[in-house]
């Protein structure tokens, strides 16, 4: 038996040495690509084994398993990106692994996210190495001029999406093309809108989505929120959303907002002031225009955190201060137990 067992060992380990010598010498071998140089694509949020895949697709490599166990052993599985790459003819697997390790591709991305100011935006596209920075310097009226539209504000007129674009493309290309997504989705959006709504136009209808956007990452939750501040608007109370207040503060805010934030008077200040703030306050995505445009129809004036990302609705002030008691002194009491 012990005979036996040495020569399982000795087995798997000539096994193990065999493969390992296979594998180093496929990682090492030149595909041998035609025509000299390939375009490949590699689709985002691609796992090793979907690269693997693509590449078998693309006619890079016949087999998908031999790349899958290079990546593995080499623990490369985590951190592949996607986008287009241009091959040279005698590449090899260890190489594209690399390439595609590193992000050497012949695109860029970027991504602007829902809820990100303008200002956010812009950080992002300095910031971003593919991308050949040419309004740095410039304001955003400046900025929005050379967009193509004459609005001075640039706040939430560019649409959250991920952009593919040449290396060294220029900023105000990309913006381009965000705000033309999003000239081009909320024409759509504003076409089917729900009947009665009190909006002024579509404008009005993108600075709405903005406070939704801010105020709830709950999408089941938008078109309710939606339906409150609408219900506010229409009997004249004052839509009191902290996100307005915090876009008013700037630079002042700290992280935290206090009563006398909510008293300080700013444009933006939907405490101190009737009506929609004067522009949004950051990037809607499509479904909080959707809300927006599409709003639940509910008697309902108040909400309140419950502390888990979803809110308590409540039809009248006095049910709006039992669920802030209840939820606040719920919150109040986890707070005091980790203390």
């Known amino acids: ?55 078998v697709e693309q006619h890079v490599i016949t087999q998908a398993w031999p790349f899958v166990a290079l990546g593995r052993v080499l623990h490369k599985e985590p951190y592949l990106q996607a986008g287009e790459y241009t091959l040279n003819k005698n590449i090899t697997p260890y190489q594209l692994l690399l390439s595609l390790n590193h992000g050497k591709a012949t695109q860029g991305s970027m991504t602007f996210i829902e809820g990100k100011t303008f200002k956010q935006m812009r950080d992002k596209l300095i910031k971003n190495d593919a991308v050949k920075s040419t309004i740095q310097d410039l304001s955003d009226a400046e900025v929005m001029h050379l967009v193509g539209d004459g609005e001075p504000h640039a706040e939430g007129l560019f649409f959250p999406d991920t952009f593919y674009f040449d290396r060294n493309t220029a900023d105000i290309v990309l913006l381009k093309r965000s705000y033309e997504s999003m000239k081009t989705k909320l024409a759509a959006a504003w076409a089917n809108r729900a009947p009665n709504l009190p909006y002024k136009d579509s404008y009005q209808a993108l600075i709405m989505a903005s406070i939704v956007e801010k105020e709830t990452g709950k999408a089941s939750e938008r ?8 219900n506010r608007l229409r009997i004249g109370m004052r839509l009191q959303t902290d996100p307005t207040v915090i876009y008013g503060m700037g630079d002042k805010y700290d992280g935290n907002i206090r009563k006398k934030d909510l008293e300080t008077d700013t444009i933006y200040n939907t405490y101190t002031r009737n009506g929609l703030p004067p522009t949004p306050i950051a990037m809607p995505g499509l479904a909080s225009i959707e809300a927006a445009l599409h709003p639940e129809k509910t008697k309902a004036l108040y909400f309140v955190g419950k502390g888990d990302g979803s809110h308590e609705f409540t039809n009248s002030l006095v049910e709006h201060n039992r669920a802030v008691a209840k939820y606040q002194l719920k919150q109040s009491t986890k707070k005091m137990s980790k203390k």
Do not use: C, D
């Not at 065999?18 to 180093?24: D, I, P, T």
């Not at 010498?25 to 693509?54: D, V």
């Not at 078109?223 to 609408?230: E, R, S």
């Open 223 to 230: 078109p309710t929120i939606a339906g409150v501040f609408l």
């Open 1 to 55: 038996m012990m005979r036996l067992t040495k020569l399982v060992v000795w087995l798997s380990l000539f096994v193990a040495l065999g493969f390992g010598v296979w594998l180093y010498n496929y990682a090492k071998s030149p595909l041998h690509l035609t025509p000299e140089a390939q375009e490949i694509t590699i689709k985002p949020k691609s796992t090793l084994k979907s690269i693997a895949e693509q590449l």
